[in-house]
Antibody, heavy 118, light 111 residues
Framework: QVQLQESGPGLVKPSETLSLTCTVSGGSISTYYWSWIRQPPGKGLEWIGYINYSGSSYYNPSLKSRVTISVDTSKNQFSLKVSSVTAADTAVYYC????????????WGQGTTVTVSS | QSALTQPASVSGSPGQSITISCTGTSSDVGSYNLVSWYQQYPGKVPKLLIYEVSKWPSGVSDRFSGSKSGNTASLTISGLQAEDEADYYCCSYAGSSTRFVFGTGTKVTVL
């Protein structure tokens, strides 16, 4: 049973870089695609981007200039960086797996809350 | 790329059927049979209900069904139950530039 767990700072200052890691357990990261999704408080889901095990990444055009997703197959982890954050980046950040059912996200992490505030 | 449009809320009585629409454009929903649906309880993690418009992942009840016509996808919940009260989101592939876009979300209330 594959499980995902997000980790990283819960508080980030404005203009700094938000960094999160998703650890994959119970299975290999060297298959499937791996996504990041976020949900601002009281709002809907927003797709951020995804990466495959070989490192090919794709981003939401509205965030592309500030987002980087990377993968570390040796640690079975993938990561998200969002630069120049503002209060609008405050959200619950989820990592998720795609590929078992086409492009649908079938396994999700528990989510981690990131607040952007000074 | 704008979010797909869903009704803010839909309600129904136990046992009834309800349908949630997800309206996009010819660049996303209308062009690809890659619409998925997710259920989310407050404060909880989204759960995959439907993929590729109308297919069920393993373990999902067949009370949930999906369809598509033109630029609009739909999720139907049959035999509505109290446990179906949750938020529902659609998501569509939107081509090689945009990739994925979520819907605005629909709150389902069981009367």
């Amino acid at each position: 049973q594959v499980q995902l767990q997000e980790s990283g700072p819960g508080l980030v200052k404005p203009s700094e870089t938000l960094s999160l890691t998703c650890t994959v357990s119970g299975g290999s990261i060297s298959t499937y695609y791996w996504s990041w999704i976020r949900q601002p408080p009281g709002k809907g889901l927003e797709w951020i981007g995804y990466i495959n095990y070989s490192g090919s990444s794709y981003y939401n055009p509205s965030l592309k200039s500030r987002v980087t997703i990377s993968v570390d197959t040796s640690k079975n982890q993938f990561s998200l960086k969002v630069s120049s954050v503002t209060a609008a980046d405050t959200a619950v950040y989820y990592c998720a797996r795609m590929g078992t059912y086409g492009y649908a996200m079938d396994v999700w992490g528990q989510g981690t809350t990131v607040t952007v505030s000074s | 790329q704008s979010a797909l449009t869903q009704p803010a809320s839909v309600s129904g009585s136990p046992g009834q059927s309800i349908t949630i629409s997800c309206t996009g454009t010819s660049s996303d929903v209308g062009s690809y049979n890659l619409v998925s649906w997710y259920q989310q309880y407050p404060g909880k993690v989204p759960k995959l209900l439907i993929y590729e418009v109308s297919k069920w992942p393993s373990g999902v009840s067949d009370r949930f069904s999906g369809s598509k016509s033109g630029n609009t996808a739909s999720l139907t919940i049959s035999g509505l139950q109290a446990e179906d009260e949750a938020d529902y989101y659609c998501c569509s592939y939107a081509g090689s530039s945009t990739r994925f876009v979520f819907g605005t979300g629909t709150k389902v209330t069981v009367l």
